[in-house]
Each structure stands twice: as structure tokens, then as C-alpha cells.
């Protein structure tokens, strides 16, 4: 299993490496399929069940969904589920079956394995030495996954790709795309965003998968998955905000694109202020005339419209934190770090809203989600 790091020898188009990965035109292959996500709202897209199924084994899928609370009061498992959610139940089933592989590897991966490669990469100087190190450091692992970094003239091209081909190791793929996207993000601390992405055409014609609505056009061309981004990334500094705890940095990231308004809606002038707000909200919790100021308006104008759109601002920052929390608590992190994270002075502002929010401490939060998941 070897990690190729090469350069595109001219502007038509990457090197042979990529085969049929290489980026189609829809017109002249009517195999691909073209689709745009400008207009949808991240976290809103839901996954099949026949998605989370596929991609846990029937048994597991099952498992973790009851164990996550996601059935209905007769026992019945949802027709799909959110994005959110489905992240939710990846962090769930390491817990629960010790295994970063998911049973999509040749061998189980124990918690951690992907946490030492995101670390050390985190440790470079800028991202072109980090995705360099990264190609090398996924060989050290049995995840039978390669990856490979590509120079075009369109961009910068991150190839995933798994030995054994199987729509099961292809939504696994979109998994660590998605994961080391976040990592890439969190490192940095800029909000990179791809500009194209090529998912798996094993996975069907639809447009269902974790990564659809990230960059603003996805193809289904080939196999596995091709992130293009910009060249101008390669120069950012990693080890910005260091990566040190198991799940939680990339956890912090995903949920601030969960929460993001579709690109239509935020480059509309007429959007909802609550849209507006929210985004607001993923870069920092203001207080009310802090965040008035931000949008161009009075603290006054500020309330009104968010009475008018049947919510308030301790609402809104209520429902924008309370989610961030529950992802946050899933995974290893210390209280400090997450209180950091969610905008508290201190440890002991998060456990009075935890206590307000769940019920419960923090600490017996965590302990109620691994007895679940035991």
C-alpha cells in the first residue's frame, strides 16, 4: 500500500495516477453524474437508513440507533437520519466496538489509530509538509485506505481511496475525507472550503453521501473520493489550535459546518436573520448587542426580528450550544476545553448549563452515553 505524492506534468488534466478518477465532463460520460448542493442546508440533508445500514452492518446500525435514542416510541428505526446524528452514531460505535474502522478495514482499528496520524500531521510546519506526512503516516495503519495529493491547474487534489472496492469501504472513505477536511480546518484555524468534490459512483446515482453540499458541485465519477482545493491553502501554517484529544477537535468542526446556512442563503440579502445568526454564532457566542452591532443593526431591530421569526437571541444561543454540547460530550475531551469551546468563562458556567440544558452534570452525561453504548 503505497502513498503517491506527484505533480500534474501539464494543464490538461492531473497525472495517469488518477485513471478514470480524473475529473469528467458530464457531457461526454453519461456514467457520471453531476450534481450541485448550492442551495442546501449542511446539516439539514438526512442519510437513508439503508446508508447508516451499509455502512454499520445491519446488526451494529440497529444497535447504536436505539442505544442513540433515534427510534420512534414503538421501537420502529427512522427512515433516515441526520447528518448530525450519523456522526454521532461514528462516535458511538468506537466506543462501543473499539474500532475506528467501523468493520469497513481488513483489521479492527483500535481507538486512537487515526488520532496519532492527525496529531503528527497537526505538528507540521504548514499544510503542503502536512498533507505530504499524511499520505506516508496512512500506511502505518491496516485501514487498507491510500492516499494520494495531486497539483493540477484547477487545484489541489486530495485522492481517497480504499484497496478492496465495496459500497460499505466507500461510504468509509467519505467518512475520513470528511474527518480529515475538519482536521485540516481545525489546524489551520481558517475556514477552508474544497471547490469540487468526486464521490463514488458504487454508491449509486443519488445524491446522498456525507460530503454532498460541502464544496458547491460533487460528481459521481469512478471510485472513491477527490477533494479539490485551493493551491493557496499549501502555504497555511498548521498548529494553529493543536490537535490532542481523540475526536473532539474534529467533532467542533463538523458541527460549525452542520450549522452553516446553505451559500444561497448567505449571500442573499433578504436571508433570515436567524440563518444570519447562527453563522454568527459558530465563530463565537455574543451577547445580544454585541451580535446586533455584527449584523449592522440596534440591539431593538435585533429582537424584533427574531420575535417575528418566533424565536429570541437566549433562545437561539441556547439551541446552538445545547447541540454543540452533546457532540462535544461524546467524545474525549476535557470540560475546559469544550467549555472554551462553547463560549463559557469556566468550567463551572458549562456544568450550571449543563444541569440547565440535560439534566445532568457533564460527567454523568458522559457516563449515561458510554453505559448506553455498553
Not at 353 to 367: I, V
Request: with cysteine.
Amino acid at each position: 500500500m503505497k502513498a503517491n505524492l506527484c505533480r500534474v506534468q501539464d494543464s490538461s488534466g492531473y497525472p495517469s495516477m488518477f485513471g478514470s478518477q480524473t475529473w469528467p465532463s458530464a457531457m461526454q460520460d453519461s456514467r457520471s453524474v453531476l450534481f450541485s448542493t448550492a442551495a442546501r442546508n449542511f446539516g439539514a440533508e438526512q442519510l437513508s437508513r439503508h446508508y447508516v445500514e451499509t455502512f454499520f452492518g445491519v446488526e451494529r446500525a440497529r444497535a447504536l440507533m436505539a442505544g442513540a435514542g433515534l427510534c420512534d416510541a414503538l421501537g420502529q428505526l427512522p427512515a433516515s437520519i441526520s447528518r448530525v446524528d450519523f456522526w454521532n452514531l461514528c462516535v458511538d460505535g468506537i466506543y462501543k466496538y473499539d474500532d475506528e474502522g467501523h468493520g469497513c478495514t481488513p483489521r479492527p482499528l483500535p481507538k486512537g489509530s487515526w488520532t496519532v496520524i492527525f496529531t503528527a500531521v497537526n505538528h507540521m510546519d504548514s499544510v503542503s509538509e502536512g498533507l505530504k506526512r499524511f499520505c506516508e503516516f496512512v500506511q502505518v495503519i491496516p485501514s487498507g485506505m491510500t492516499v494520494s495529493v495531486g497539483y493540477g491547474s484547477d487545484g489541489l487534489n486530495i485522492t481517497y481511496a480504499m484497496n478492496d472496492l465495496s459500497e460499505r469501504g466507500e461510504i468509509y472513505v467519505e467518512l475520513i475525507a470528511m474527518v480529515f477536511h475538519c482536521v485540516l480546518v481545525w489546524g489551520t484555524g481558517q475556514w477552508i472550503e474544497p471547490v469540487r468534490t468526486r464521490l463514488s459512483s458504487l454508491l449509486g446515482d443519488r445524491d446522498e453521501s456525507l460530503l454532498t453540499g460541502l464544496a458547491t458541485s460533487c460528481w459521481r465519477h469512478g471510485t472513491g473520493v477527490s477533494m479539490v482545493y485551493p493551491k493557496e491553502i499549501l502555504d497555511l501554517p498548521l498548529g494553529v489550535r493543536r490537535y490532542k484529544s481523540f475526536s473532539f477537535h474534529e467533532s467542533s468542526v463538523f458541527m460549525e459546518i452542520a450549522q452553516r446556512s446553505p451559500r444561497s442563503v448567505r449571500s442573499d440579502a433578504s436571508s433570515s436573520i436567524v440563518d444570519e445568526l447562527r453563522v454568527l454564532m459558530q465563530e463565537e457566542i455574543p451577547n445580544q448587542r454585541v451580535a446586533a452591532r455584527k449584523l449592522g443593526m440596534s440591539a431593538a431591530t435585533l429582537q424584533r426580528r427574531l420575535t417575528q421569526e418566533g424565536t429570541s437571541f437566549r433562545e437561539l444561543s441556547r439551541e446552538v450550544r445545547m447541540r454543540k454540547l452533546c457532540t462535544l460530550l461524546a467524545t474525549d475531551a476535557n470540560l475546559d476545553d469544550i467549555a472554551f469551546d462553547l463560549g463559557f468563562s469556566d468550567r463551572r458556567s458549562l456544568w450550571r448549563a449543563c444541569f440547565d440544558w440535560l439534566g445532568m452534570s457533564p460527567t454523568a452525561y458522559r457516563l449515561q452515553r458510554r453505559l448506553c453504548d455498553n
